[in-house]
DNA sequence: ATTATAGTTGACCTTTACGTAAAGGTCAAT
DNA sequence: ATTGACCTTTACGTAAAGGTCAACTATAAT
């Protein structure tokens, strides 16, 4: 059974990004696809992987340092130290999350608040201008 | 009485941030601190929008989000029109920050499963290698 | 055979969010 | 009056994350 492959386009349609995107990442040794002549083959472990990527950007990391918990996730073997710091890392990305995760809470509650402001200010019927 | 004030100095520590980000939130038309002379002085209700600032950086909004939301939260009358699209803006941002939450949570699922996947392999005592 | 469709590698361009001098003003303390 | 601390503007520099050609190549379809 041979496993489920992606093209460049196949790709970066499903994860509405760029084929020039994924040559970044490429570049960046995020992703490694294999050739088959010149051409770019993803596998469904680069496609998980690509996930990854995008998720972690999308909640604030830069696209190297997930590049660096790629590598730890999928390190096989390694020294201590090496594991040591990968535990330390991703302790350290926790905790920024969980801020995150409360500043994003705050922002919610204060768009709310907003939004609000805006309501008690609906216009009355046939009136399209409010001066204060 | 008069109101607290801060120079940029005190700001920028009490944020940690530097003044020259301040200088440049000003530029960007974000804050607008009075001056003394030429020297910037930041009132309580200018410390409060840098605070905005701010956490909405840490939660991925770029500053000009940033400017275009506080002018919408300091908007004082206007157009029908102008108020409908902040609304709209305001759901839009709702929704993204809603999605970067479930997306924090799955990335702090993913987070906590490589600790876990780190701890398993903890080394025998006296052993400070691992190979595979 | 030629056209169309994907794919490839450069190389340079752009935006965001500041950093980093350079060059000097202001004011309090010595 | 000079030092030091803190402030100012102007202006060029930079890193991150791609966008945007341009010039080819490979293959499939007509």
Redesign the pocket.
Known sequence: MTEKTY????LSEEFS?????L??YEDQKLIAPTRR????VYSKKDRARLAWILRG?RVGF???DMGKLLDLYYLEGGKVKQREAGLQGCRERIKTLERQKKDIDETLKELRDIIDMFKSWEPYPGQDNIKI
Chains 1, 2 share one sequence.
């Not at 093209?7 to 196949?10: C, F, V």
């Open positions: 093209s460049i386009s196949e990004i760029t084929p020039r995107t040559r970044f002549g010149q051409t770019r950007k830069t696209i190297s």
